[in-house]
Nanobody, 124 residues
Framework: QVQLVESGGGLVQAGGSLRLSCAAS????????MGWYRQAPGKQRELVAT???????NYADSVKGRFTISRDSAKNTVYLQMNSLKAEDTAVYYC??????????????????WGQGTQVTVSS
């Protein structure tokens, strides 16, 4: 129905940069909020950054000033530019999208979808 495909993870030294991408595809009418979350070993999944359809952004305090979220609505794609990476940024990063889909007849509904996750490892 809807797929989110992430790319851009990898291994980087502390102080380096990575750019994550997440492309949504499927029977999509529109996408509301898109975001990035991360989960480190032994920890709960946490919010990294979100961006609304209008471009409003929200960041976790731990990444403010270092990470930038953006989106290309025409491509149903969200990006996460990560600069000044730290060892504590090491985690699996997941993309999330709140997608509006066509329902029965002329109805529509929203549903939340997740990507498969991409590993980011920062060596100190």
């Amino acid at each position: 129905q809807v797929q989110l495909v992430e790319s851009g993870g990898g291994l980087v030294q502390a102080g380096g940069s990575l750019r994550l991408s997440c492309a949504a595809s499927g029977s999509i009418i529109s996408i509301n909020d898109m975001g990035w979350y991360r989960q480190a070993p032994g920890k709960q999944r946490e919010l990294v950054a979100t961006i609304s359809s209008g471009g409003s952004t929200n960041y976790a305090d731990s990444v403010k000033g270092r990470f930038t979220i953006s989106r290309d609505s025409a491509k149903n794609t969200v990006y996460l530019q990560m600069n000044s990476l730290k060892a504590e940024d090491t985690a699996v990063y997941y993309c999330n999208a709140i997608v509006k889909l066509r329902g029965v007849g002329s109805s529509a509904y929203e549903a939340s979808y997740w990507g498969q996750g991409t590993q980011v490892t920062v060596s100190s």
